[in-house]
């Protein structure tokens, strides 16, 4: 068999044996579809499905004939059998990654380099073998003498072929706890169950890049039977269906990057052990929890504690208060999403979300201080005070502001009622309301004087740097700015962006902003 030969050309295998197998080429993978001739031409060809379909040139035709189809009308070709290779199986890989009188600064895994030249390999952790083009297990039994104590696999970027190439590995490893598979292209078991027991301790899976779809992921989880942290990044995800007696186990799921249906989010919700989901980039910008009324809690995903919406498309505040129904959420995270507030200013943003998820422990990976929350809260009475005045006010609001405000009558509880004179009231649009005197100062040139200057707080800061350009004669490009404000004197904040305003900083009249340049 070929997967028991240490390594591989394409002159040691049998033609008939190579279809379907994986090879890499000039740095690139593949997984061969036809072997034969190719007419006019003399000579064996291999055809190749190119996993980056950009490295392709045809769909598996070649002069009106079609030898072999790709899934992309330009990722396959044809290639000389010498050019690719069909890798190395894993001990192989394992005794050129970890070769014992290797220096320890060469190591992959430094901190077991002393154990390996006195025991061998019995003693590695893990062997880490991306990009190391394993095929294969090699001699049968003997992964379980050579390295009987891994815990910790990775083979991504591999040329293995099919999940019964990983069983066959997997099943002599009995410490085995992680494993990565990341960017493989593995087809799916013909007998499931006969491979349960090769992943029977495992707790980590991670399948990133690896073009499956939900239903195959599904297909394939009653090989994992104890799997707790489960990562599907990047693959071809899109509806998703409800798992049926599979990943019961199942704590963690990141199905980031992948373009999902979003009603089908809610499907997740029977996985009973669920804490943590990253649905980051994925293209929602809604959510609904309809079991549940506003301010009440959901039965679906109770146990889930962190939920990670980064980079998706979320612009409706009322999405926010339908996560509030969440009753376990405590870490959430949301940037790049296009939540806004009523005076452009992100800071706001987070006030609001901090103020409607009343449950909420850490907002964008970092710790709400007491303080913080409080204040938020109050800020949030205050903003919408008016309208609750305007709903009905102490007597009772309408159901439209209850919808909309889910705990705005909790929060009068607890701090009480907003007086009418301290509510915050929107200014009236005048030329005046937004002229801002800032003074310009320059830290790195003392010789320089401060400018005052009074500019619309609408302006973009593109054209504040067009500013100090005609009055300081350096490109705009080279300039660095900040600002810092007497309401928090020793803090500067940074000016990242140029298409922002100044009123999306929050910069305000009497302000500094700190002009530097290189």
Partial sequence: MIENKASMGVDQAEPEDLVSRRVSCDGERATVRYVGLVPPTEGL???????????????????GVQYFTCRHPKGGSFVRPAKVRLGVDYL??????????TEAVMSKDISVLGKIKDRGYESLPSALLSRCEVNGPGADGEIRKTTPYVQWLDMSRSLL???????????????????????????????????????????VLVLNCCDLTWPQILECAPMWPQLEDLSVQENNVTELQRPEGVLRCLKSLD?????????????????????QLNLSRTGLSDIRFDDAAPGSQTAMFSTLMKLTLDGNNISEWCVVDELAKLPSLAHFSC??????????????????????????????????????????????????????????????????FISQHPRYLSLIDEYGAPEEGELKKPKPFALKNQLLKITFVFPDHADRKPIEKKVLASMVVQKVKGLLYRLLKVPAADLKLTYTSPKMLGTEFEIDSDLKTLQFYSIEDGDQVLVRWS
């Fill in 45 to 63: 060809w291999l055809g190749v499905e190119w996993d980056n379909p950009e490295r392709g040139k045809h769909d598996g035709s070649h002069e």
């Fill in 92 to 101: 192989t890989a394992v005794r050129q990654t970890y070769q014992i009188d």
């Fill in 161 to 203: 072929s099919c999940w019964e190439d990983v069983s066959a590995i997997t099943q002599q490893l009995d410490e085995l706890e992680r494993l990565q598979l990341i960017n493989n292209r593995l087809r799916l078991p013909s007998d499931v169950s006969a491979h349960c027991q090769a992943f029977c301790s495992l707790r």
């Fill in 255 to 275: 199905v980031s990057c992948n373009q999902l249906v979003q009603h089908s989010v809610l499907t997740l919700a029977a996985l009973p052990r669920l804490e």
């Fill in 335 to 400: 940037r790049g999403n296009q939540l806004v507030s009523s005076d452009g200013n992100p800071k706001t943003v987070n006030q609001l979300l901090i103020a409607k998820l009343g449950q909420l422990v850490f907002l964008n990976n970092t710790k709400i201080l007491h303080k913080e929350r409080r204040g938020a809260e109050l800020d949030y009475i205050k903003m919408f005070g008016l309208e609750w005045l305007k709903a009905g006010g102490r007597s009772q609001p309408s159901a439209q």
